[in-house]
């Protein structure tokens, strides 16, 4: 009689084993940086986001979350030239505006950010990054363990290994060498 897996098939135990092999053996590639936007202060006007920012490493798979009031404030993601000029994006549906907006970084390079409420951007509501590749450390490089040091040995084992084999303990005692 053929035992089987029941209800589920082979496929999906395999696929189920590569999935818990990923989160097991590479974690850093599962779980990101998660990086909360101007920290406590949140993504508001009055805050210098370039200072922040450049305390900041943000990496592939990492998260922007912007934190602010819904209904005060929105996320745009634009061009260098939008940021540079503060321009908003004729298509506003492209809005971020739940108050808890998360971006996955999916993609090395620069990017740029601003909120297009009133003149909050030209107020410095604006960030810039830039995204570099995700770095998987590597393992540390095992270092050998020193040699054991030689065994002692007795005075007794030493004299036999200065006079060789044939000395026996008798012929030791006859010269005179006690242990």
Known sequence: M???L???SSSNVLVTIVVIGVILF???IALGTEHVVGDHHGWA??????IWAAQEVFEVGDTLVF???????NVYKV????????TVPSNHSEALKSGNDVIVLASPGKKWYLCGVGHHCTTGQRLAITVVPHTISSPPIPVPDPPAPAPVSSPVEHMLHHFGRSVTTKKLFRRGFHY
């Open 79 to 86: 061009n260098a030239s939008a940021y540079q000029n503060c």
């Open 6 to 8: 029941g209800r589920y």
């Open 2 to 4: 053929a035992m089987g």
């Open 67 to 73: 934190r602010y009031e819904a209904g005060q404030h």
């Open 26 to 28: 590479f974690p850093c």
């Open 45 to 50: 006007t009055g805050f210098d986001y370039n």
